[in-house]
């Protein structure tokens, strides 16, 4: 037993080790080389002929090493054509971002310990009063109320189209129990449902999730590839509503459609302006769509309720969908309404996020990453990164033992090794890492590290943006409580523009689970009556609940 558990560490450290040299190891090397006296400091000039050929032969090898790793994390899914595209297009993507620096693991994690303080800092010193400038499309106080009320209904039957896995992770004393009788018989043959394994699992937890009986379901499907996602039809009797539901991201197929986040054109009749959207979610509405109106599932929907209206909605990737999926049907359906949660930043162009505020709400919790998350964002973090660890001459391993207790037990950001204000470039005699380091060809996301302008006034990848109204819920109080303290809401119309950089928090991730943004808006509508801030009473246009 002794020689036993002594081994097992061993083999767990090898397998580690394994994994870490086929995932972080780069074939290709270290491209640096000592700099000329005349090169400026952390950029290398290559701009002749046989540098841009080296750098164009070195980004088509880290490609090929992307795609490498892609399909050897992806072995168990089918290697055909769909999935090879899939592969390329997110190792060119992943390629190119990683191209233009030279950072370990430990560099990032130092980084991002360092600009979390000082966000953190930025935020204590605002002043709580601002009033942000918000669209004046918003609506006012009295519809913020009736928004956060369907808005709530919804979520119930986004977070229901997770099936069993959310149901369980919910209830997990009572979820197993309700849910051991139905997994062992298909309801398939009985009803419209089509795809995946487990189905009598996944029905029987959305029949618990949304109160619906078994009549009231048009169309379930769990069908799984990439760009394909599931969804159910639905009639919602107490809205009087065909609803529309879209799966977040719940499978490896599922990730690869996230990370499909390249442009594509969707031109919308009726729309001017540049028409793009991202790609995975815009190919995975374009196969529901096909389903919903191709395949008659709506028809058979408005003959039964031909009354009623069409409401689509989703979680994360679902949202994504749903929101685009929207703006496909709304020339056939200009009633419909869309409830987004959590949607991607990177999601729509300037054009159609104006186009869909019409019909579209999208519900953002807290710091939550997703809404944040587009490449010009990650292209921000990564300059702030690479500015943040080039002005800081603490040893590392002092930043990342003291951004661990600051992110366990807080404290004042003040305290800690940032020293992005008032620095001298003579008081950096050993900067954690030099900037030579850092940069290792000319970028366009990049100017200058010394500066607060660093981005490039050309952008290099094409703007995104959240779809529809925002309506962004965050919590009133402090920003560190106690895990068994009570936690209080507070909701505000904002705007696009509000989540244009990423915020770093302990949060980021847990703020965007499904279960949490169930909570806050169950918070937000059970507690009564509402009460507006004084700036909305005011006639402003910021207006919280």
């Known amino acids: 037993?002794?020689?036993?558990?002594?081994?097992?560490?061993?083999?767990?450290?090898?397998?580690?080790?394994?994994?870490?040299?086929?995932?972080?190891?780069?074939?290709?090397?270290?491209?640096?080389?000592?700099?000329?006296?005349?090169?400026?400091?952390?950029?290398?000039?290559?701009?002749?002929?046989?540098?841009?050929?080296?750098?164009?032969?070195?980004?088509?090898?880290?490609?090929?090493?992307?795609?490498?790793?892609?399909?050897?994390?992806?072995?168990?899914?089918?290697?055909?054509?769909?999935?090879?595209?899939?592969?390329?297009?997110?190792?060119?993507?992943?390629?190119?971002?990683?191209?233009?620096?030279?950072?370990?693991?430990?560099?990032?994690?130092?980084?991002?310990?360092?600009?979390?303080?000082?966000?953190?800092?930025?935020?204590?010193?605002?002043?709580?009063?601002?009033?942000?400038?918000?669209?004046?499309?918003?609506?006012?106080?009295?519809?913020?109320?009736?928004?956060?009320?369907?808005?709530?209904?919804?979520?119930?039957?986004?977070?229901?189209?997770?099936?069993?896995?959310?149901?369980?992770?919910?209830?997990?004393?009572?979820?197993?129990?309700?849910?051991?009788?139905?997994?062992?018989?298909?309801?398939?043959?009985?009803?419209?449902?089509?795809?995946?394994?487990?189905?009598?699992?996944?029905?029987?937890?959305?029949?618990?999730?949304?109160?619906?009986?078994?009549?009231?379901?048009?169309?379930?499907?769990?069908?799984?590839?990439?760009?394909?996602?599931?969804?159910?039809?639905?009639?919602?009797?107490?809205?009087?509503?065909?609803?529309?539901?879209?799966?977040?991201?719940?499978?490896?197929?599922?990730?690869?459609?996230?990370l499909s986040a390249e442009c594509e054109n969707l031109p919308i009749e009726g729309v001017s302006g540049a028409c793009y959207a991202h790609k995975g979610m815009c190919q995975a509405a374009s196969y529901i769509y096909k389903k919903l109106v191709n395949d008659g599932i709506l028809n058979q929907a408005f003959s039964i309720a031909p009354e009623y209206k069409l409401v689509i909605t989703g979680h994360s990737l679902g949202a994504g969908t749903a929101s685009l999926l929207a703006i496909l049907l709304r020339n056939s359906f200009p009633s419909l309404q869309c409830y987004s949660f959590s949607p991607p930043g990177g999601l729509l162009s300037k054009a159609l996020a104006d186009y869909s505020k019409d019909f579209v709400v999208s519900v953002v919790l807290g710091k939550d990453l997703v809404p944040r998350l587009s490449i010009p964002n990650m292209e921000d973090l990564k300059r702030k990164l690479l500015k943040i660890v080039s002005n800081c001459n603490r040893p590392k391993y002092r930043i990342l033992l003291q951004g661990c207790w600051y992110e366990l037990f807080g404290g004042d950001p003040d305290d800690f090794p940032t020293e992005m204000d008032n620095r001298r470039e003579e008081e950096l005699s050993q900067p954690l890492l030099g900037e030579e380091s850092l940069i290792i060809r000319h970028s366009s996301s990049y100017q200058s590290l010394a500066s607060d302008d660093s981005p490039a006034r050309t952008a290099a990848h094409l703007p995104l943006f959240l779809p529809g109204r925002i309506l962004h819920i965050t919590e009133d109080g402090p920003s560190r409580r106690s895990c068994f303290s009570q936690v209080r809401y507070r909701a505000d119309w904002s705007n696009e523009m509000a989540f244009r950089s990423i915020l770093i928090s302990p949060r980021m991730l847990a703020d965007h689970m499904p279960d949490a943004v169930l909570q806050a808006l169950k918070s937000l509508t059970s507690e009564r009556p509402f009460s507006l801030c004084p700036s909305s009473l005011n006639g402003n246009q910021h207006n919280t609940v």
């Open 1 to 258: 037993m002794t020689a036993k558990a002594a081994i097992l560490p061993r083999w767990i450290l090898l397998l580690c080790t394994g994994l870490g040299v086929v995932f972080v190891f780069d074939p290709l090397g270290n491209p640096q080389r000592a700099p000329a006296a005349t090169e400026p400091l952390g950029v290398r000039n290559l701009q002749s002929n046989e540098g841009t050929q080296f750098l164009s032969t070195a980004r088509s090898l880290a490609v090929k090493v992307w795609e490498s790793r892609l399909r050897l994390l992806c072995c168990c899914l089918p290697q055909d054509e769909s999935h090879r595209a899939a592969f390329s297009s997110i190792a060119q993507l992943v390629g190119g971002f990683f191209s233009d620096t030279d950072l370990v693991a430990s560099d990032i994690a130092a980084g991002l310990a360092l600009l979390h303080q000082e966000q953190d800092k930025m935020e204590l010193s605002r002043d709580p009063d601002a009033v942000v400038d918000h669209s004046p499309s918003s609506p006012i106080g009295e519809d913020l109320e009736a928004e956060l009320e369907k808005a709530a209904h919804c979520m119930h039957f986004a977070a229901a189209a997770y099936g069993w896995p959310l149901y369980v992770y919910s209830n997990p004393l009572s979820g197993p129990c309700k849910l051991s009788g139905d997994c062992c018989r298909s309801r398939a043959a009985e009803y419209d449902i089509v795809g995946g394994e487990h189905l009598g699992c996944h029905f029987s937890s959305i029949l618990h999730s949304t109160g619906l009986q078994y009549r009231d379901f048009i169309h379930v499907s769990f069908h799984n590839q990439i760009y394909e996602i599931p969804f159910y039809v639905a009639l919602d009797h107490k809205r009087e509503a065909v609803l529309v539901a879209v799966r977040g991201t719940l499978s490896l197929r599922d990730v690869l459609t996230d």
